[in-house]
């Protein structure tokens, strides 16, 4: 039986606060746990998780496989690219004969968006999105609102939190606006015209097109990737104009009045969104992020599993 509203997590949309809410109170406990000498946890003793990626991932493959080998799961790991899928087998044919290899639960990245909606009405395994396409990626949407919340030293509500860079092929902003709001944070996206979706605004985001601005309005700035692989046409001249016009570097960071917290879900590409003396600054959290994912993933784990002893 979950310890959430839900048995799947297929998105933030479909959460409640209060989830998100247990979901950090858990993360804080074991993250506690990961710090310890002995990092392991027999939480999902007899739980087998399958990692399905479709897509290529380095952090969050690594850091779902790590968060259940820290629980004591048993993990399978598949990769499309060296599967039958390639053969021209279906989505549910594949993880149905996984299943078949008695699998409780199912991490799963996959390039459409809605593939685990699907999978959710046709399997019996909880199912946990891993990212699908420009829809969700609603972990690293929570590990990133736990990471706020740990450099503020404060809860979310009130706060501006502005997503910078390619949000109308980012997954991580559709999460990351819903997440925020549902925590009660002023949400603003800046970027290009081009690449902010045109209705946007009707999800009550403020729009901004002016980076100077929107860094001193806000408490955080999360910077996004250009997502070059996701784009069939050009949405800016090049990416030396894009750095030029909406790139973060140092020297404007240390010309605004107060010190804004920098954050980016990886990969970064230095020089184009984010120049190195940023990513690499005291203001920066990206390798915090990374840490807190596995915090995050184990609590997320936890809380779907049917498990419901923890031994923390
Ligand atoms: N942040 C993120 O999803 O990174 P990966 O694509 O490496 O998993």
């Not at 044919?93 to 639960?105: C, F, H, P, Q, R």
């Not at 997503?163 to 709001?181: E, K, P, T, Y």
């Not at 403020?206 to 046409?233: G, M, Y």
Request: charged residues 25%; contains cysteine.
């Amino acid at each position: 039986m979950s310890l959430l509203s839900t048995k799947h997590l297929l998105g933030i949309k479909y959460i409640q606060a209060e989830d998100i809410k247990r979901i950090f109170d858990t993360a804080t406990e074991f993250k506690e746990v990961i710090n310890r000498p002995i990092k392991k946890v027999p939480s999902l003793r007899d739980v087998t998780v399958a990692n399905l990626f479709f897509e290529n991932s380095t952090r969050t493959r690594i850091s779902f496989e790590l968060a259940e080998k820290r629980l004591s799961a048993d993990v399978v790991n598949f990769s499309a690219a060296s599967s039958s899928v390639k053969k021209g087998e279906t989505l549910l044919d594949t993880v149905n004969n996984i299943l078949a290899m008695k699998v409780d639960m199912v991490v799963m990245r996959h390039p459409a968006p809605g593939a685990h909606f699907y999978l959710s009405q046709r399997i019996p395994a909880n199912i946990i999105n891993a990212g699908d396409g420009t829809h969700e990626h609603p972990t690293q949407a929570l590990l990133d609102a736990f990471s706020m919340r740990e450099a503020l030293n404060d809860e979310l509500a009130g706060k501006h939190i502005a997503i910078f860079g390619d949000i109308l092929h980012s997954r991580v902003a559709m999460s990351n606006i819903f997440c925020l709001q549902k925590l009660g944070a002023k949400v603003r996206v800046c970027g290009p015209p081009t690449l902010i979706p045109k209705h946007l605004h009707k999800l009550g985001v403020e729009v901004s097109h002016d980076l100077r601005s929107t860094l001193e309005w806000c408490d955080v700035a999360n910077v996004l990737r250009i997502q070059l692989e996701r784009q069939d046409i050009k949405y800016f001249p090049s990416l030396r104009e894009y750095h030029n016009v909406y790139g973060i570097n140092k020297q404007l960071l240390d010309s605004l009045d107060s010190e804004v917290v920098i954050m980016h879900p990886g990969p970064i590409n230095r020089g184009v969104e984010i120049s190195s003396d940023v990513a690499d600054s005291d203001q920066s959290i990206i390798l915090d992020q990374v840490e807190n994912g596995v915090a995050v993933r184990m609590a997320v784990l936890y809380l779907l599993s049917s498990k419901e002893e923890k031994d923390a």
